[in-house]
């Protein structure tokens, strides 16, 4: 996917921090959300983020789209910083980057039909002339996430999961956008729905060339759609790599764990497994790590590892790993 | 499995269980639990509309079935209809029998059931949050339910509670206790769940989508929970789920419902390995595989399932399924596959 050599996003050392008071009167402690996150995305690309709740994924998404702009670091999108843009200058630029979030429900008025959803980016962006226009572009969005044209008349609760899922999907769209931040997006969907959904996104990267960072914890969902995968833990990437090359030779022990915890529909490949759990759970984040986040979890530990912080190195060509004790490596 | 036999050939009708036989797939009178033309209707200005029609299936002793749909199957209603915790001012059981250790629960008062309940029949949710009081401790409502349905006095029911978080592998048990609900992250809260759920060794836990909105390590951790806990104590669980990995992970017999109506029914290697009906079939397509080599697309079904109006005596899978033809629009028959696994249409 990497044919033309500028990403489209380029985010370097993103920091988030946020104050936080765990009793009343007690002084706020900082922590952080993201942690010298770098992240990098090529025009036509899908880079999946995966980790558990907790790690930051969905934090990243809101910091690229500087919906929740970061505390620190930079976020350039097609050359340009973002981070410091003051909103007037940031205006022409949130047009080419959109969101579509997990529920669809809370994130559409339900008070406004499909149509009048749909016409919002237009009107907000000043970017239509005449009412036939606007008709004939809310036309076009609705075939394309293939829902019919009648469903313009209608308010979002009179369509099932799935099809408002296409609503937002639609509306992202109104704009043309060159990036789209996608959390989610289908894991509150019946599984029959989420593979419908899922070729829609893969039918609407091809036809517009469009750049996904698809948010997910399902990572056969993952498989499916990334091109490359990068692993949140705790705020920081623990490992990223291209689709394959993490599936077959994941090295971070976590990555490892997520992909092992991952049931597959065929019992017989499962009573062979080993049922080997990772205990625990994403630590709070006002809690003070030394060495290797992950190491309260991993069964890999070392002393090593609770003295250094593993820096990401790479260990093959566009796979790197913070692990002082990566697997098979 | 899945020979498209002519309509009219000899050897598919012979396999033909008459409709009026429903599967009876235990075949035998130890099931535990054995449900038996669950009808469950909601009242609507529509009239009255079955979300659970004619469901008939079973839970042996100590083993671990699934009840596998997708939202509107009619899974949850199923389960509640068991529990007897329907809201009589929306839905109400209308037909068929719910024999647990040999007593009709259809047929026991709400003071009975009430006691059941606490005691040797027991439920997870899905949102524990729903389930819990926001207002009080972990520690207190859980030692509270002890102390109403096993008469323990106040310091040993909380010694017993203690004792079960340690078991369900919650560190630092007394500060737990002492939490309230929202203080705890979601796999802490349902492993709570989970403990009080299991905590007097019920015949029959009925888990309802327990790990839908967690994270895949934490699901994994509270369903190995749930399942070790059951073996020890020798207890059923039936698990309500839409996750086929699950169901292959952790089920011995798996029942697949569709639009209210079950529609294949097996041990779970064979369903697995010979999926007959068109719609198990087509969910097992639909959903991505880590175990296989990678696909670049996977099989959507097309369509919605029907609206519990909109559905007929025909089977209710036909608009979508593409093995569809007219004989489709009558009621289908229960085939026999062989090995107590059977499914719902004419050409299974």
């Not at chain 2, 290697?269 to 087509?282: E, G, I």
């Amino acid at each position: 996917m990497r044919t033309i050599a500028h990403p489209l996003v380029q985010a370097k050392g993103l920091v988030k921090s946020f104050a936080l008071r765990s009793q009343a009167f007690e002084r706020p402690v900082s922590v952080r959300a993201l942690d010298q996150v770098d992240i990098e995305v090529y025009p036509g690309e899908t880079v999946a983020v995966v980790g558990e709740s907790g790690s930051g994924k969905s934090t990243l998404g809101r910091a690229l789209l500087m919906l929740d702009p970061p505390t620190s670091g930079s976020v350039r999108f097609d050359g340009q910083e973002l981070v410091g843009l003051a909103e007037k200058a940031l205006r022409p630029l949130r047009r080419r980057m959109q969101m579509v979030f997990q529920d669809p429900f809370g994130s559409l008025n339900p008070r406004m039909t499909v149509r009048d959803i749909l016409a919002e980016p237009f009107l907000i962006h000043g970017l239509t002339r005449s009412s036939a226009e606007l008709e004939s572009k809310i036309g076009e969005l609705l075939d394309s996430v293939r829902l019919p044209r009648s469903a313009a008349e209608r308010y979002p609760k009179q369509f099932s999961g799935g099809q408002r899922q296409r609503v937002s999907i639609a509306r992202a769209l109104a704009l043309s956008p060159d990036f789209v931040v996608a959390d989610e997006p289908v894991s509150a969907l019946d599984v029959s729905i989420q593979a419908q959904i899922l070729r829609l996104l893969a039918e609407l990267r091809q036809a517009r060339g469009l750049a996904y960072l698809f948010i997910a914890h399902n990572l056969a969902v993952v498989r499916l759609i990334a091109d490359r995968v990068v692993v949140m833990y705790f705020g920081k990437v623990v490992e990223s790599a291209d689709r394959d090359s993490l599936y077959e030779r994941a090295a971070h022990p976590y990555t490892r764990a997520l992909i092992d915890a991952s049931p597959v529909p065929d019992p017989a490949i499962e009573a062979s497994r080993s049922r080997i759990t990772l205990p625990g759970e994403v630590p709070s984040p006002s809690v003070k790590t030394s060495g290797c986040v992950f190491r309260s979890r991993c069964s890999r530990a070392a002393e090593r590892c609770a003295h250094e912080v593993p820096p990401l190195r790479t260990i093959d060509t566009g796979h790197r790993v913070a692990c002082h004790f990566p697997i098979g490596g | 499995m899945g020979s498209m036999l002519a309509s009219g050939d000899m050897s598919s009708v012979a396999r033909v269980v008459t409709s009026d036989m429903k599967p009876d797939p235990a075949g035998q009178t130890t099931a535990l639990l054995q449900v038996r033309e669950l009808t469950t209707v909601f009242k609507t200005r529509a009239g009255s509309l079955a979300a659970v029609d004619r469901v008939s299936f079973d839970v042996g002793q100590g083993e671990i079935a699934a009840l596998v749909g997708e939202s509107g199957s009619g899974k949850s209603v199923t389960a509640l209809s068991i529990m007897g915790l329907l809201d009589p001012r929306v839905a109400s059981v209308t037909g068929g029998r719910l024999m647990f250790e040999g007593t009709d629960l259809r047929a026991l008062s709400s003071d009975a059931l009430r006691r059941l309940r606490g005691s040797t029949l027991s439920m997870v949710f899905q949102e524990p949050m729903t389930s819990l009081n926001p207002t009080m401790t972990i520690g207190r409502q859980l030692s509270e339910s002890l102390e109403l349905h096993q008469r323990l006095a106040r310091s040993e029911a909380r010694d017993r509670v203690r004792a079960m978080l340690q078991a369900v592998g919650i560190s630092d048990p007394e500060r737990r206790l002492a939490a309230y609900p929202h203080e705890l992250s979601g796999g802490m809260r349902q492993r709570v769940m989970v403990a009080s759920a299991l905590s007097c060794s019920p015949r029959l836990l009925l888990a309802d989508e327990p790990t839908t909105a967690l994270d895949v390590t934490t699901q994994a951790q509270i369903l190995e929970l749930i399942e070790a806990l059951a073996a020890r104590s020798g207890t059923a669980v039936l698990l309500i789920t839409h996750d086929l990995g699950l169901v292959a992970r952790h089920a011995k017999r798996v029942n697949v419902m569709y639009a209210g109506r079950l529609v294949e029914q097996a041990p779970v290697h064979s369903l697995f390995a010979h999926p007959a009906h068109p719609y198990t079939r087509a969910l097992l397509a639909s959903v991505p595989r880590l175990d296989r080599p990678r696909q670049t697309a996977v099989a959507a079904i097309e369509g919605l399932p029907p609206a519990l109006d909109q559905r007929d005596e025909g089977c209710a899978f036909r608009a979508r399924c593409p093995m569809a033809m007219p004989r489709c629009a009558e009621p289908q028959p229960w085939v026999n596959l062989g090995a107590e696994h059977v499914a719902a249409c004419w050409q299974a």
